[in-house]
């Protein structure tokens, strides 16, 4: 079968990774026509053996002692055997050889048998058990409270294998790891609930490096220049302190705009306008959760003029950082997405506890978790204690807190099932097929590096998610979605290496942080414009 649509080509791929550990599969077949195996062997026979022989030894295979017939009996050599007849390898250049035909039916009769083998006995393996990677934690954060995390700060780095950090066998777990992962979850469930004993914090937001400052940067407004958007939660409705950090020109040059007031702004909306004596102002009231907040120079002179001449060439002049300090006189936890998917209900009292704690276990831990189950009642420990100290919202968010740390929600596990005739656990090495919800977790990590959503976890519940209509269905519904960006971002940044981009360091002067930005941005557009437009794979391989 031959794939060039995205579409057919996501759907294998997701179909081979579902069926890398242990999903049964059992399919009947034909065995192949005595005729193609004779057909088979003549070919062989004919202008292979000549020189893979075990007088000759070319290459080290010895087809004189195989069964061109069965090639399942030796799948790791035949497989090889194809790919040398699909690429035109085999015969070599000189050597006698048959018509393309011929070589294409010789190809299809091992494929054909090969794949028949497989499918009668799989061996899908049993892989470790897989640890959320950092990117994947914080993806199921953002989706399981809507609330955007930077896990750079919070956790350490994975280690990688082949350039990518999502394979289990190289996601180790460590005591200082573990730890790291209960002082995030402290930190999550503070924010997510608004917690009202907030400090006031200083976070110090840093230009990328390396961009140049005289031109309208991605984000923020015309008539800017310089500057960056980053993503600040802010804990409490209260008052914040902004300041923005310059630098200068060089050569002792004024920086870039010192004559011209810097721009703050709150979700694409002006908050505030700085003049050149203004570094710092004073407070200004925010309202809770994540906002986009931009910084940039309001542009009121030609950078690129006679005027500004040498800011053509400070390229890391202008905005250097910007810093927001707060809370302080803060009004309350306010409106926020987070509280508004937590808080389901508002009594205090402990049946809207246990509703508000069994909803948010089923989606951390990707399966049901029923009310009166008894991983609520752990919950309910947690829930007591933080309700004791400061109320209702204090018990969920020491109870979220414990959520965040549970195994079952930091470790994707997939259950071995018990043998129904003997009533234990299946031997190892068996093969058997994982469930619903595991299917699902494979699913929306692979696509989304995240949990699933509640329309896949619903297909779980119904158990359609293993018929193969609603699984292709499934599929294209979540490459529609916006979180497939994680795809993009993983296969692009892994695969292609766009993530090595930040440590190169080219020795020429046309070389700088907005090339490298545009370097990046560029290849991840074309792939994804590949993906969306369901545009053939072979575009990006060439």
């Known amino acids: 079968m031959r794939l060039t649509r995205k579409s057919d080509i996501v759907i294998a791929v997701v179909a081979a990774a579902l069926a890398t550990t242990s999903t049964l599969v059992r399919t009947a077949g034909q065995t192949s026509s005595q005729s193609d195996s004779r057909a088979a062997v003549e070919v062989v026979q004919r202008y292979c053996v000549t020189c893979h022989n075990t007088r000759t030894k070319a290459g080290g295979l010895l087809l004189d002692q195989l069964d061109a017939g069965q090639p399942e009996q030796h799948p790791e050599i035949f497989e090889k055997v194809v790919r040398k007849l699909r690429t035109g390898m085999m015969p070599p250049s000189g050597a006698l050889r048959p018509d393309r035909a011929t070589l294409d039916r010789l190809a299809s009769?091992?494929?054909?048998?090969?794949?028949?083998?497989?499918?009668?006995?799989?061996?899908?393996g049993a892989p470790a058990l897989h640890r959320l990677n950092r990117a994947e934690y914080a993806n199921a954060v953002r989706d399981l409270l809507d609330l955007p995390i930077d896990a750079t700060a919070m956790l350490p780095g994975d280690d990688s294998s082949d350039g990518f950090d999502n394979i289990a066998n190289v996601l180790s777990v460590s005591p200082a790891l573990m730890q790291a992962y209960v002082s995030a979850a402290g930190k999550i469930s503070r924010l997510a609930i608004g917690d009202p004993t907030i400090?006031?914090?200083i976070a110090t937001y840093p230009a990328p490096r390396g961009l140049s400052q005289v031109e309208t940067r991605e984000g923020l407004a015309a008539g800017t220049r310089g500057g960056f958007v980053v993503e600040h939660i802010f804990p409490l409705d209260a008052e914040y302190e902004f300041r923005v950090s310059r630098t200068?020109?060089?050569?002792?040059?004024?920086?870039?705009?010192?004559?011209?007031p810097v721009e703050i702004t709150l979700d694409g909306a002006r908050l505030l306008l700085l003049d050149r004596d203004a570094p710092r102002v004073n407070k200004i009231r925010v309202p809770a959760g994540a906002h986009a907040l931009g910084v940039a120079?309001?542009?009121r002179a030609n950078a690129r003029g006679v005027d500004d001449l040498f800011s053509e060439w400070a390229i890391d002049s202008g905005i250097q950082s910007l810093t927001v300090l707060g809370p302080s006189n803060a009004t309350g936890p306010g409106d926020t997405p987070a509280r508004r998917k937590i808080f389901t209900c508002h009594n205090d009292d402990t049946a809207c506890a246990r509703k508000i704690l069994a909803g948010l276990a089923t989606r951390a831990y990707r399966r049901p978790v029923a009310e009166n189950d008894p991983s609520i009642?752990?919950?309910?420990?947690?829930?007591?204690?933080?309700?004791?100290?400061?109320?209702?919202?204090?018990?969920?968010?020491?109870?979220?807190?414990?959520?965040?740390?549970?195994?079952?929600?930091?470790?994707?596990?997939?259950?071995?099932?018990?043998?129904?005739?003997?009533?234990?656990?299946?031997?190892?090495?068996?093969?058997?097929?994982?469930?619903?919800?595991?299917?699902?977790s494979r699913l929306s990590f692979f696509l989304w590096s995240s949990v699933p959503d509640d329309e896949l976890l619903a297909a779980a519940k119904a158990g359609?998610?293993?018929?193969?209509?609603?699984?292709?269905?499934?599929?294209?519904?979540?490459?529609?979605?916006?979180?497939?960006?994680?795809?993009?971002?993983?296969?692009?940044?892994?695969?292609?290496?766009?993530?090595?981009?930040?440590a190169i360091s080219p020795g020429t002067k046309e070389f700088d942080g907005n090339l490298r930005y545009s370097f990046r941005r560029e290849t991840e557009l074309l792939f994804e414009t590949i993906l969306r437009d369901d545009r053939s794979v072979l575009d990006l391989l060439r």
Not at 110 to 124: I, K, M, S
Not at 248 to 260: I, Q, R, S
Not at 391 to 410: E, H, K
Not at 485 to 502: E, P, T
């Open 109 to 124: 009769t091992v494929e054909t048998a090969l794949d028949r083998a497989a499918a009668l006995a799989p061996n899908p």
């Open 297 to 299: 120079v309001v542009r």
């Open 464 to 502: 359609t998610l293993t018929n193969p209509a609603t699984l292709e269905r499934q599929t294209r519904r979540m490459l529609a979605d916006a979180r497939a960006d994680a795809f993009v971002d993983n296969v692009a940044g892994q695969w292609l290496m766009l993530r090595q981009l930040d």
């Open 248 to 260: 200068a020109g060089g050569f002792g040059l004024p920086a870039v705009g010192t004559d011209e």
């Open 199 to 201: 400090t006031s914090q």
């Open 377 to 440: 009642d752990l919950l309910l420990g947690f829930y007591k204690t933080g309700h004791d100290l400061r109320g209702f919202d204090a018990g969920i968010q020491y109870a979220l807190a414990r959520i965040l740390v549970d195994p079952r929600f930091i470790f994707r596990f997939e259950r071995q099932p018990v043998d129904s005739a003997r009533g234990k656990p299946l031997p190892a090495g068996a093969v058997y097929r994982i469930d619903n919800y595991e299917l699902a």
